[in-house]
């Protein structure tokens, strides 16, 4: 009796372990996950209208030439939820993340953490499926209704998507851009985000579920449901029936699943929807997904709209794309099929150069000579030239410290990792297509940042705090960092980097080690608007009355002495001459306002803002200069543009009593020149403390070359508590002043 009783139960746990087995495979137990609940209310009114205030006081005391009934707001245009698959990914508990980041949580960061005046959600098209688009659009609206009065909120929300394009080759790479609408009616956006063609949507679509393998549950089986959720939610988004490429947007289902594999096929689409969207470029020079190689000429092409790109986003927490440089990490042979290692140059070491460098020393320990040690170098360099974004795996156990700061822009602010200069700002600025010379097309961009955050929190460069919630830095436990992302045997010979393998790797190709020393906590948008209404808002971006700073609410101008905003085009025969003036941030004080903390109330204000508010003090920031870059773009095909970029063109040094800093000045070689010319300012700011503010933290021998590293791990290496912060120059970037020469 006791054995059959045992049998049935040994019969019966199989059973049900069978069942349960069947269930894992089958993806039964995932939930969706929903938008959340919002919490805050309207801030209070008296502490929009003091900050509105506080500006007019400055703006009355101005001699420049500027409109006083526009005031300076500040947003964050670049914001994701985990409504995207990579901030769902880092919300998991292996990356440390604190769990499910929902949309309401970016409405109540916004309105009472960072306490920005307007912001967009922008959760990549590539992972959205018809629910959560319409869940996207209510959260937006009942963050909007808490906002006040209409003509002066507290808060304009904006809904947006991502367009995440990532080519495999150069000539495919078109990059990432962000589309902002203005109006919150269905018939005034988008029927459904249209996702991008390429790496991105490729790899989620067919082979999304290999970022949560089955093991995991079972590894991590205390966690298990945040696994099986994220498993639903990549398989609700995989399971949209693609849309059909020969019908008209305007005719297709709102349930299906568009493509559009290039800029100008997404502006197509908007424009058989009868819609009108800002598209902003953004991440432009970073290289952790850019291929080597690409640059901003293909933009350029009439079939990809250009003129439909009126902003563009110079800095967010992945860093800065502004700045240009003559060196390449890669150069290629005459069919442009081949990478070729280039030589070290100062203030850069590329990336495949120190490859061969670290076989050699492989090479010359095991004994081999020197000549079978430079021909290994050789090879090394070949393949890692040629493994573009993959190109730390060509060389097959290293240690991060080995790759020193290969790739990387040793004198920019605060760069991009593994930048790409030919696909930076002041280069797109520089260039100009001629395939129609009578009518040659350029970039007339303005200019914004934003913090590009994935854990719903926008606007999150007030305070530099709290590492591991206000950037997308990760921290992984050694265990899962072994298992992640696993070391080969360290060998004396490099090794091949297979396209095809490095597409089903994902994210797994990536240099995730090196990359965390470059998570910051982004930058801000800000407009020169006529008041604080949507439509005021979004008509300063349209007319690139705009301008970024790196995360400090730094106040800019930026006019013509004959009061042409930044981001004006104007006409000249004479030079033109311009003024600007800029004043310093407010210096923050510790913890958050009453307001905020009877909205939230403790336990949200501690779990969402890490009792870190927006909550200036009276005493301003110092400006230290001024400098100013002019841009003359191309006036021929392959006109060199190292020529054409002056960086910096004047530098004025500043003597900021606190009221600010300011002066004028002209281009005297304007009327000589016969040729247009771009203008743009940066305000810098005294030094504070950024989080992965120095990078890698290299030292450097007496030639300059990084010899040492001190790097912020993306993992337990480095502690929880551990800001990594160094000092840097916070800064701001009006949009430009484009000046076209005029001869009558």
């Not at 209310?41 to 929009?48: K, M, Q, S, T």
């Not at 091949?496 to 990536?510: H, L, S």
């Not at 912060?725 to 009006?734: P, Q």
Request: with cysteine.
């Amino acid at each position: 009796m006791m054995a059959r009783k045992i049998l049935l139960l040994a019969f019966s746990l199989v059973i049900l372990a069978a069942v349960y087995a069947t269930g894992l495979v089958r993806d039964w137990y995932g939930q969706p996950r929903g938008p959340g609940e919002i919490v805050g209310r309207e801030r209070a009114p008296i502490l929009v209208s003091t900050r509105d205030a506080e500006q007019a006081a400055i703006r009355a005391g101005m001699t420049q030439n500027i409109d006083q009934n526009k005031q300076i707001l500040f947003g964050d245009l670049h914001v994701h939820t985990t409504y995207s698959t990579d901030a769902f990914l880092w919300s998991m508990p292996i990356f440390g993340g604190e769990g499910s980041h929902p949309l309401a949580d970016a409405c109540d960061y916004a309105r009472h953490c960072s306490a920005i005046d307007f912001w967009a959600i922008t959760d990549h098209a590539e992972a959205s499926t018809p629910e959560r688009w319409e869940n996207t659009k209510q959260s937006i609206r009942a963050c909007n209704a808490l906002s006040g009065a209409s003509k002066s909120p507290d808060l304009v929300s904006f809904i947006g998507f991502e367009w995440t394009q990532v080519g495999a080759r150069p000539e495919e790479h078109y990059g990432h851009k962000n589309v902002i609408f203005k109006d919150l009616e269905d018939s005034k956006l988008a029927a459904r985000p249209i996702a991008s063609g390429g790496v991105t949507v490729t790899a989620l679509r067919t082979n999304g579920k290999s970022l949560v393998p089955l093991a995991l549950p079972l590894l991590d089986f205390s966690n298990r449901q945040n696994y099986f959720d994220m498993r639903r939610f990549l398989d609700e988004a995989a399971n949209v029936p693609l849309c059909p490429s020969d019908v008209p947007a305007n005719e297709l289902s709102d349930s299906c699943f568009e493509i559009a594999d290039n800029p100008g096929a997404l502006v197509a689409s908007f424009e058989q929807q009868g819609l009108d969207p800002l598209i902003i470029p953004h991440g432009t020079a970073w290289g952790f997904y850019t291929p080597t190689g690409v640059t901003f000429d293909k933009h350029l092409k009439a079939s990809n709209r250009p003129e439909k790109f009126p902003l563009i986003e110079v800095m967010s927490g992945h860093g800065n794309s502004e700045e240009y440089r003559d060196w390449r990490s890669v150069t290629w042979d005459e069919e442009k099929q081949i990478g070729v290692c280039p030589a070290p140059q100062a203030n850069y070491l590329p990336m495949c150069w120190q490859a061969g460098e670290i076989i050699r020393k492989r090479c010359l320990a095991d004994g081999e000579s020197t000549q079978e040690c430079e021909s290994r170098a050789i090879l090394a360099r070949h393949h890692a030239a040629n493994g573009s974004v993959a190109a730390h795996l060509s060389v097959p156990g290293v240690n991060i410290e080995d790759w020193l700061d290969a790739g990387q822009c040793r004198d920019c602010f605060l760069p991009s990792f593994g930048y790409r200069p030919g696909n930076s700002v002041q280069y797109a600025l520089a260039i100009q297509n001629f395939d129609d010379p009578d009518n040659p097309l350029r970039m007339n961009m303005g200019f914004i940042a934003s913090s590009d955050n994935h854990r719903a929190r926008p606007g999150t460069g007030y305070k530099n705090v709290k590492r591991l919630l206000n950037t997308e830095e990760v921290s992984l436990s050694s265990s899962w960092r072994d298992r992640l992302f696993p070391k080969t045997e360290v060998q004396s010979s490099s090794q091949e980097i297979v396209p095809e393998v490095v597409q089903r790797m994902g994210f797994g190709a990536t240099e995730m080690e090196r990359q965390a020393s470059f998570w910051t906590t982004g930058g801000l948008a800000a407009v020169h608007a006529a008041g604080r209404s949507r439509e005021e808002i979004y008509d300063a971006m349209v007319r690139r009355e705009t301008y970024g700073t790196s995360g400090a609410r730094i106040l800019l101008w930026f006019n013509t002495k004959s009061g042409d905003p930044m981001g004006s085009t104007v006409e000249a025969k004479n030079s033109p001459e311009f003024e600007v003036k800029a004043v310093g941030a407010f210096k923050q004080k510790d913890g958050c306002p009453e307001d905020a903390v009877a909205a939230l109330g403790e336990d949200r204000i501690q779990k969402l803002c890490a009792n870190e508010c927006f909550n200036p003090s009276n005493e301003r920031l110092k400006i230290t200069r001024i400098e100013i870059i002019r841009i003359r773009p191309q006036s021929y095909e392959g006109e060199d543009v190292n020529k054409l970029i002056e960086d910096n063109w004047k530098v004025h040094q500043c003597k900021d009593d606190g009221n600010g800093c300011s002066f004028s000045f002209t281009d005297p070689e304007f009327a000589d020149s016969q040729r247009p010319a771009t203008y743009y300012a940066r305000a810098i700011q005294e030094p504070t403390m950024k989080i992965n503010g120095d990078n890698l933290g290299c030292t450097y021998d007496d030639n300059g070359n990084c010899i040492k590293l001190n790097i912020c791990y993306g993992d337990d290496r480095t502690s929880v508590d551990d800001d990594c912060k160094s000092a840097i120059e916070e800064r701001a970037w009006s949009s430009p002043i484009y000046v076209n020469y005029q001869a009558k």
